[in-house]
């Protein structure tokens, strides 16, 4: 019969999807074992001449529309609003990413318990019951007044709360705990973890109410993670930082409502993720003064300019044994650049040398500005020769040795001004005076007359 969907028994992999037309041990496509199972998908066909779903609005015309009023709401969380564009949007979707145990539960918690202050909000997890979710909250001290508790695995079953609490918030901790019994795919699974998310995307923008998924993501990234869902949610943030390090960064990759350069930092402590508004006096705090090896740089993330510590350390390797390369908070194709120039420009031989080079504090800096500071580092380690504790560095270090602009001068200048240094080393080519509030200013051209003036090396350019 025309315009009905046949179907047909297929072989679905749990992990991927992939569909087989036979039973087999190993999937073809993601490799996984054991994880094929029997399922049905829809037969290729004529598609059904009929509609479902509500008509779509008429075009109109661009200069017709007005501007949309919605304003994200404030949640009192000053970090969290930061990075999110001064809080939570009504009708927004928004996806917090991240390894296991990095703190995202937490910080889902601490973010509804802040908005529950003023307005009604639903907190559903899969991976907890009500009584734990208490316990947490009892923990991190968190007493609120209109924090409602789910404990649900099943979509409708979210859905129907959601409907009969009305809430302005909705959290759901975490996505691939849920399954909706119309997929035919495992709980956890690609299919599972979209056909969800589709059904929470349509209820807060029915209801007009803002909801928050955790979403656990894998080494790779893949499952549950910001790539599988990015294109669905309206705001996809990260929340990375090492398991060793208190410090933990929030960061937006994708946000419908405002910039994605934004940096959030919060430490973890036995009350929950407590904002960290002095970021560069944190992570300089344990700094040696006089040690070599060492160099500080100004980076920005965002609106916000913080400085941050490069330490290095070159050695002999192993007899017998090839050089190693190791970079902590640093693309490790960043550092094999650098060594290149200083390599090729400046004559110096670090081929058969051990090399590791960390950003001080579980920071990922990723903005080139700190080219300069690694190669400094990298010198006073080589050199055996520290850098002055009263000097601070940043620039773009290009393949001929030559030290680029960067942006936001303005920024550094005064962050490092305040955060005590007298002298900076700069790119020639930023404009403004030699002189900044209360730090001297020392241009440079390329990398050798850098190296000069932090009085590590006399080597010509």
């Known amino acids: 019969m025309q315009g009905v969907a046949k179907s047909k028994t297929v072989y679905i992999c749990t992990s991927c999807d992939h569909e087989a037309p036979k039973w087999v041990g190993q999937c073809g496509d993601c490799g996984d074992w054991g994880t094929v199972v029997e399922g049905r998908s829809a037969a290729t066909g004529r598609p059904s001449p009929g509609r479902s779903g509500p008509l779509p609005a008429p075009a109109v015309l661009l200069r017709d529309l007005t501007t949309d009023p919605t304003t994200a709401e404030p949640t009192g969380i000053e970090e969290f609003d930061r990075v999110m564009g001064g809080g939570l949007t009504p009708g927004s979707v928004t996806l917090i ?3 296991p145990g ?24 899969g991976e907890e019951s009500t009584h734990q979710v208490r316990g947490r909250a009892q923990r991190l001290g968190i007493h609120p007044d209109q924090l409602w508790l789910a404990s649900a695995n099943e979509t409708p079953d979210i859905l129907s709360e959601i409907e009969r609490v009305e809430p302005e918030l909705v959290v759901i901790d975490s996505i691939q705990t ?10 956890g699974s690609p299919n599972q973890v979209r056909g969800c998310t589709q059904q929470l995307v349509t209820i807060a923008k029915t209801l007009d109410c803002a909801v928050v998924i955790v979403g656990h993501v894998t080494k ?12 669905l949610v309206d705001t996809v943030a990260s929340l990375d930082g090492d398991r060793h390090h208190d410090l933990r960064l929030l960061r937006t990759t994708k946000h419908r409502f405002g910039s994605t350069n ?17 970021t560069s006096a944190r992570l300089l705090g344990d700094r040696r003064i006089g040690a070599t090896g060492s160099a500080v740089a100004a980076v920005v993330e965002g609106t916000r300019a913080i400085t941050v510590e490069v330490q290095a350390l070159v050695g002999k390797p192993a007899a017998g044994g090839p050089p190693k390369r190791a970079a902590r908070g640093l693309d490790s194709s960043r550092l094999a650049q650098l060594l290149a120039v200083l390599d090729k420009r400046l004559g110096f031989r670090l081929g058969d040398l051990d090399i590791y080079v960390s950003v001080v504090g579980g920071v990922k800096v990723t903005e080139p500005a700190a080219d300069l ?32 602009q960067v942006a936001r001068a303005s920024q550094r200048i005064v962050e490092s001004s305040r955060m005590g240094f007298r002298h900076a080393i700069i790119p020639s080519t930023v404009p403004g005076e030699d002189t900044g509030p209360n730090l001297r200013l020392a241009p440079v051209d390329d990398l050798a007359h850098a190296l000069n003036a932090l009085g590590l090396t006399s080597v010509a350019a």
């Open 97 to 99: 990413g991240g390894e």
């Open 102 to 125: 990095v703190g995202k539960s937490t910080l889902a918690l601490q973010v509804a318990a802040a908005v529950s202050r003023r307005a009604s909000v639903l907190y559903a997890s």
């Open 178 to 187: 849920l399954r909706d019994p119309s997929v035919d795919s495992g709980t």
């Open 220 to 231: 790779d990234g893949s499952l549950a993670g910001p790539k599988l869902l990015e294109h």
């Open 262 to 278: 934004e940096l959030g930092v919060f430490e973890m402590t036995r009350e929950g993720l407590i904002g960290v508004p002095d």
């Open 373 to 404: 500071a690694i190669a400094a580092a990298i010198v006073s380690s080589q050199m055996n020769r520290p850098c002055p504790a009263d000097m601070i560095c940043w620039g773009e270090v290009g393949l001929g040795g030559e030290v680029r």
